[in-house]
C-alpha cells in the first residue's frame, strides 16, 4: 500500500501564499499521478491540480496562473504552491496519488487532509 503524509496548511490573509508538501511512502511500482483535491464545506471534493509521471499537469480553472504544481519522483513528492490566495481558497486540501503496486494493481491513496483558511 501506499500512504500520503501532507503538511503546510494554516491561515492566511487575503492575497498571501502558502506551500502544501506530500510525501509518499510504501511499496509501488510507479506513481503515475499525484495531486491535489480541495473541499469547502457544503461542497463536493473538486480537483485542484494534478501532475503526472511525465511532468504534464493539469489545473482547475479557479487556480490558473495562480497554484503551481510540482514532483519529485525520486522521492515520490508533491508540492502545491498557492499564490494570491483568496477567502474561497478556503477548504480542506487533500493530496492524492494514482499508480500501479508491485503486483501489478492499480492503487489510488489519499493524504488525511489539511485545512487552509483564507481570511482577513
Known amino acids: 500500500q501506499v500512504s500520503l503524509a501532507e503538511s503546510g496548511g494554516g491561515l492566511v490573509h487575503p492575497g498571501g501564499s502558502l506551500r502544501l508538501s506530500c510525501a509518499a511512502s510504501?511499496?509501488?511500482?510507479?506513481?503515475?499521478?499525484m495531486g491535489w483535491y480541495r473541499q469547502a464545506p457544503g461542497k463536493q471534493r473538486e480537483l485542484v491540480a494534478v501532475i503526472f509521471l511525465d511532468g504534464s499537469t493539469h489545473y482547475a480553472d479557479s487556480v490558473k496562473g495562480r497554484f503551481t504544481i510540482s514532483r519529485d519522483n525520486a522521492k515520490n513528492t508533491v508540492a502545491l504552491q498557492m499564490n494570491s490566495l483568496k477567502p474561497e481558497d478556503t477548504a480542506v486540501y487533500y493530496c492524492?496519488?494514482?499508480?500501479?503496486?508491485?503486483?501489478?494493481?492499480?492503487?489510488?491513496?489519499w493524504g488525511q487532509g489539511t485545512q487552509v483558511t483564507v481570511s482577513s
Open positions: 492524492n496519488a494514482g499508480g500501479k503496486l508491485l503486483t501489478g494493481s492499480n492503487f489510488a491513496s
Open positions: 510504501g511499496i509501488a511500482l510507479s506513481i503515475n499521478a
